[in-house]
């Protein structure tokens, strides 16, 4: 499987999940979350990929200066309409990119070498640890159905794959 193929069967589930949840259910603070909402964590991680898009063609990234659009975090069709036009979007060729960072408060940014194909994956690995604290949030919804493997690292699902043998 590609990394294109993974990223778009995680959307996909993503999107299977948040069918099932209305507007309140969707915006509402999770004890668990500390307060956050699913909304804010779905904003969250599709953010990192516009950035990452947004960045493409000048060939400098820098997920820190996201959007932050309360409507992604709001509105479920919207966001189900912004994860979409990622998946067309990510079907980039490979090609050097510039990650730039500000390592902590108060200091300069740091320029890291990089590329697209490697920022994906971070991306992926960030959805992943993302949907995993969502999964966290939907156990406070009981009607919810959430599979087995949402949130789970590649790596640990092929793992518990060996041990069930």
């Known amino acids: 499987m590609t990394l294109h193929t993974y990223i778009r069967t995680l959307f996909y589930e993503m999107e299977r999940v948040l069918a099932q949840l209305n507007t309140a259910q969707y915006t509402a603070p999770s004890h668990y979350l500390s307060g956050g909402t699913i909304g804010q964590h779905?904003?969250?991680i599709l953010e990192l990929?516009?950035?990452l898009l947004q960045g493409y063609e000048s060939g400098m990234v820098n997920y820190e200066k996201r959007e932050r659009n309360k409507r992604i975090e709001?509105?479920?069709h919207f966001a189900a309409g912004i994860m979409q036009q990622l998946l067309t979007g990510i079907n980039l060729a490979d090609k050097p990119l510039t990650l730039?960072?500000?390592p902590g408060?108060?200091?300069d940014a740091v320029n890291i070498h990089s590329n697209f194909n490697r920022e994906l994956l971070y991306n992926m690995e960030h959805t992943i640890h993302h949907m995993a604290l969502i999964k966290v949030a939907l156990h406070e919804l009981t009607d919810i159905k959430v599979p087995d493997s949402f949130g789970v690292a590649p790596s640990t699902l092929q793992y518990k794959a060996?041990?069930?043998q």
Do not use: G, K, P, S
């Open 42 to 44: 779905l904003r969250h």
């Open 49 to 51: 990929y516009q950035c």
């Open 74 to 76: 709001q509105d479920i």
């Open 100 to 102: 730039e960072v500000t």
């Open 105 to 107: 408060m108060n200091t």
């Open 162 to 164: 060996t041990c069930a």
